[in-house]
Structures are given as structure tokens and as C-alpha cells.
């Protein structure tokens, strides 16, 4: 009777058999049967009448229905039945334990079932060498590896595997466990010679793993490329999904074709078309909640609503247009005449290049209205935009789009505000514009103003080029001198010189009184500003070379009587030279010069400021000293050096003033602006300041009825200064009768208002002694009575 060596279990040498499909039995393994087929039923039933004992063989092909013993391998394992269990239907379920390997050495009978005489294989192993045991860990590591790779294999069985000691047997528990074709597992149980076994073993092993690689490969790129492509995509679409159920996909889709709708209907040039059709891509691509949603939109609803194409038709008839600016404004002739010529040149040309108009003058004298008259007269809109305080280049051309909160500069702003791209654009305070670290706008305002570049003016966060080639730009200054170079280099310059006083008259009783009464919802019945109040107003309430504080004014009078008259008041309010203080107050200004008197030391001069021309009293003193010169009043750089000119001239002429030759060596002299809070500058001062320090020296009265204006030299001749015709206009305000004017000047008396004319001498000078012998009185200037001591 063979006996199996390890188990020392004795097997009878005629054995049942059981043919297996898809199956192989190792020894010391346990395999579960399910025993269907009559033969093989009988076959158990025969080794359970037994010592349980059975032989298991496999199918040489697994289809074989009733294998006899040609189908069958020769070489297979015996095993104990450990249990067996008869179900219903005649089949039988049994758990086999695997003894040894077998070998047939004969079939003894078919029937009933197979019975095969057989002789057990010697397995006898050996302890394994170092080569071995090398082996068998690496066939352990390969095991592991395969259940790392998705191998349905146990934990506890990986670690039984790791404690299987002898090669031969840990073959068969690996390949037992691999799930192995049953051709590769027979193979395996046929291989008798341990190592041979082994190796079988591994390589079976390392096929099985590369297929397991292979598999797992294949599979992380399917789902890279599932992450890359699908995943956003399927999380959009559940996105929609959601938004759907919340019921607001369709809002959103309605409001997508909205944007495509007016896009379409913008009238882009292509490139912004496409430029927007992409940010739209974008946005509907985009989790509605994402916080950029909105700064796409924001841009998107900028671009829309950007007048690309759309502009007001002009109409240009001179005839009319000249009849507008008379109907909306007095005087002005050669205002209306250059605006009128320049529109011409505009309709002739049929462009808007050539020079950009630039309104200079003091605050209300009329810029803003002439420039809204012009847009009525072209049939444009007006729209306006201050450059005062304007550092920033971005203000002009906007923030890129990068910043938080970035918009389009105010060019862009206004243009889209106008719904044209054609209107009238009027610049104010182009001289107030600044330069600072964060750039400078001129250049950027040069662009704009630039009828060359213009037509695609590039605004930082529009990212695209806008036309202002259509636009009609004006700028306004209240002072020539303080425009860029570059920029008024590009400017044809009208002057806005102010007002007479009969000027004012009229454009109070004409335009402001009844522009006001209406604004007050009252009416020429109702309330009656009598002529001289209005010259009251003008004299002693306002001191300005425009009208704006005589409009407001005139606005503090109609809602004083507007109230009244909401009050219950009946009839109507008449306002004379007399009763103006009651609504006005007591008058905030002396007019004329009528209360001062000739004084030593103190002579009139006339400057020109933002405001308009004025006129100052400069006053001059000496004390004890040593010739220092001390000057107040917040006097800029030139007027100082003109201050130090003037003494410089005083010394030189000392002996022909009657002066002693060194008394500036015993004296300090003193020169003072009064209103010294306010600033004051430019070299036109320079003959007043030299005549009252003359005075103050020579100790004698100034005329008061004389003003005068001038630079002097240190030879003692007067140079032409800017700004005569707002200069005189302050004069003839004040009430002063006599002006002394550089002789090089006389030439812009031309401009000068006719009743201003006659009503003032003026007095061309071109040296010093000719100013001192007009300004100082009787018999005090060089050469007449006498020297007076300092
Ligand atoms: P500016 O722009 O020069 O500061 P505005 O044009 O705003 O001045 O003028 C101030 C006010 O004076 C406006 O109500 C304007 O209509 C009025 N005004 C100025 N000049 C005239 C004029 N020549 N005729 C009629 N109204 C005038």
C-alpha cells in the first residue's frame, strides 16, 4: 500500500476517481467539489463507504461530458474526503483535502464509476539552499505583488504563503491559489522535481503580473484621460442639472443669448466681436457662482454698451448755428466769430482734424456755454469732464483688467455715458492736469486730443481700440501759461477775457435774471431786479471778471421772493439799488478808490489771476538797517527777483531820485503784498513794487486814482506783460481813472471794450521816470522840486 510521506497516510492502491473540469487538486490544499454527473456521484458514494480516500484526475479538455480514461490526465491527487453533503436533486457537494501526487498506472473499470490502480509520487523535499530559499521569497514578494495589483487573494492567505517552508509545496499553494488555467495548474502538479516546480510556478506568476500591470496601465489612462476631458465636463453637466432643479438654468441660458443677442447688435469692429464672443465662452463656461463671473460681465456689459457705431446726425448750417451762440449768449463777438470760422473749416472738411479748440479764461465768463451752444448748433450732445487734479494716467485710460474693481478711464466712462460716439467733449481745467509717479496723463491725453491716433484710442481695461476720431473736443483753461507745452502746442487758443460792466448788465437782464426766474418757478410779474441793483450787485457783491457770483446772486434773490410767495404773498417783488442789501446782506466789497487817499509808500497795481484780472495795493516801508531787504505776502520766485530789481534799479538811480548815495547801508526796506493768504506771482508787479519803494524813500504820496502794471529792468524800462484786457477790466471795476501800461503793449488795447476805453486814460510808459512822474504826486518826481530825505 503506497503511503504518502508526509502525511504518513496510507493510500489503498486501487483508488475511485473523480474526473475534474477546470480543476486541479494540490497536495495539503483543500478544494471544495461540486459532484454532479452520475459517475462521479457513485465514485464518492464508494470512497465514503471507505477510509474516504479518492483520486482526483483532470479533464484533459473540460467540455468532455463523460470523460473515460483516454480524456483524462494520468498524473493527479489523491485526497481525503472531509465532508460530504447530499443535496435534493441527487448532486452532492464535497470538501476534498489533497494527500499526494498520484501517478495511474492502470484503469481497473469504467463502470459503475472509474476505478484506476495507482502508485504514489515520491515528493520527498529536501531543505532548501540559500538559492532556494532566495527563490521562494521572491516567488512570496511576486504573490504579494499580485494581490497589490488587484489579485483577489486573501490577506490570511498571503500570509500562510510566507509561512509555507518547503519550495515544492509552496508552488502548489501559490498556483493552487493563483487561478491558474487548469492546463497551467497540471503542469504544475505534474512537475515532480521541487525547483522544477517552482519555477514553473514564478513564471506563471510573472505572466499573470504583467497582465496585471498591463491592466492597471491601461486603466490610469483611461482615467487621466476621463479627468482631463470628461471630468469637467460631467461636472457641468450635473451643474446644469442642479441649476436646473433649482429652476435657474433656464435664466441663465436665457441670459447668455441675451448677452450673443446684444453683441451682435453692438456693432463692434470684428476684433472686439471676437474678443467678446470669447469672454462669453468663458462665462458660460464657468460655475455661475465663481467670483469671476462678475468681472466678465462687468466687461462684457461695458463693450455692449459702448457706442461703436452709433453717432447723432449732424447738421451744419452757419446761418443757424451763428443764431443759436447770439441767442444764447451777449457779446462775446470774437468769440462767436473764431468758434464760427473753425465750424466752418469743420463743414468744408468734412473732419474733425485741424487744431483742438481751447476756451482760456476766468471762471464764468461763458466757456462751458459757448461749448453746449456749439454741440446744439451741430445737433451733437455735450458732455463734459474735469482734468483738474487728474495725476493718475489710468484715470485717462483706465485700469487693466487684472485689478480688483478696474474700469474703463473717464474717456471711455463719459463716451459711453454720451450714447454717441460723435458728441462734444468738453476738457475742463487742461491746466490744472498733474504729472506724479504714477504717470503722466499728458501723454495720454495727447493721444485722445491727436486726430492722427485717435481713431483708435486704446483704453487699458477695454483691452480693444475705440474711434474717438468722431468726437468734438474742446478743452477750457483759466490760465494759458500753465498748460503743457505738448498739449497747447495742439490747440487753436480763444480768450475769454470777462466782462465790462455794462456788459454784465446785459447778460444779467437779458439772460441770467430770466434763466433764474424760471429755475425759481416765478415770473417776470412776480419779481422785478431793477437795473441798478444789478450794477449794485456787480460793484458791491461780487468782485469777478465772470458772472457766476452775479448768478448766484441773483439766485439768492429769487428764493428769498420765491418763499415769500410761497408764504402767501401777493404781487410783486420789486428789487432796487437800494433794497438789495436786505436780501443780500450788507455789500462785501468798496467800490472805487474814492475813500482812499494819496499815500506815502503805497502804490496800485494791477495782476492777473485765475479769477481774472485784480487789483492790489503794494505797500513799502524802510526802518533802521542794513540794507536788507525783507519781502511778505506769499510772493512767488519772480516776483521776488522783480522786488530784487527793483531796489537794484532804486540804488542805481539813487542820486537822480534825490537820494543819498549810501543810504542803503543805514536802511532796511520792507515790501509787502496785503492779502497775504493769498498766493501771488509773475514779474508784471515790478514797476509798482519800485514805485512804492520809491515813495517810501522819497517820502511821497502815491496818486491814488493811478494804477499800473509792468516788469522793470535794472536800467529802469518797463517790459509788456500778459494779460492787459483783464487787467484794465479790473481797473475800470475798481474805479480807477489812470493806467499806466508798457508802451509795447498798446497793441492788445485793440480788444479792448469801447467804454472802457473812454472812461480811463491810459498811459503808455516805457522807463521808470516816466511811471514815477505820472504816479507820484505834484512835484515829487525826479527832477521837480527837490530831493526829500529818506
Ligand atoms: P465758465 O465755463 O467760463 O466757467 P459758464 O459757461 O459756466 O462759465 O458761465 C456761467 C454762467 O454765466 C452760465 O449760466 C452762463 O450761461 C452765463 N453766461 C456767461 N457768459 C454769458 C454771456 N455772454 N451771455 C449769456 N450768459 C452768459
Redesign the pocket.
Known sequence: MPVSDDEKVTIPEVLPIIPMRDLVLFPNLVLPLFVGRERSILALEEAMRGDHHVGLLAQRVSDTQDPGPDDLFTIGCAGTVLQELKLPDATARALVEGIARFRVVEFISTEPFLQARIEMIDESEVTPGMETEAAMRALVADFEKAAELGKPIPQEVLMAAGAVEQPGRLADFVAFHLNLKSEEKQTILEAIDPSERMERTSTFLHKELEILELGSKIQSRVQESMTKSQREYFLHEQLKAIQQELGQYDEIQAEMDDYREKIAAAGMPEEVSEKAEKELGRLEKMPQAAPETAVIRTYLDWLIGLPWQKEDEEKLDLIEAKKILDE?????EDVKKRVLEYLAVHKLTNRMRGPILC?V??????????GRSIARSLGRKFIRMSLGGVHDEAEIRGHRRTYVGALPGRIIQSISQAGTRNPVFMM?EVDKIGADFRGDPTSALLEVLDPEQNNSFQDHYLEAPFDLSRVMFIT?ANLLDTIPPPLRDRMEVIH?PG?TED?KLH?AL???VP?QLTEHGLTAARLEICDDAIHSIVRRYTREA???GL?RQIAMICRQVARRVVEGHRGKTKVTGRSVSRYLGPPKFNFGMAEKRNEVGTATGLVWTEAGGDVIFVEATTMPGRGKLILTGQLGDVMRESAQAAVSYIRAHAGQLGLEPDFADKLDMHIHVPEAAIPKDGPSAGITMATALASALMSCAVRREVAMTGEITLRGHVLPIGGLKEKLLAAHRAGIKTVLVPKENLRDLVLLPERVRSEMEIVPVSTMDQVLERALVDGCAPGGKGPRRA
Do not use: A, M, N, W
Not at 444764447?328 to 462775446?332: A, E, I, Q, R
Not at 479764461?361 to 459757448?370: A, M
Open positions: 444764447d449768449h451777449y457779446g462775446l476756451f479764461g476766468p471762471p464764468g465768463t461763458g466757456k462751458t456755454s459757448i475742463d477750457t475769454f466782462y456788459e447778460i437779458q439772460y441770467l434763466k465772470g458772472v457766476r448768478e
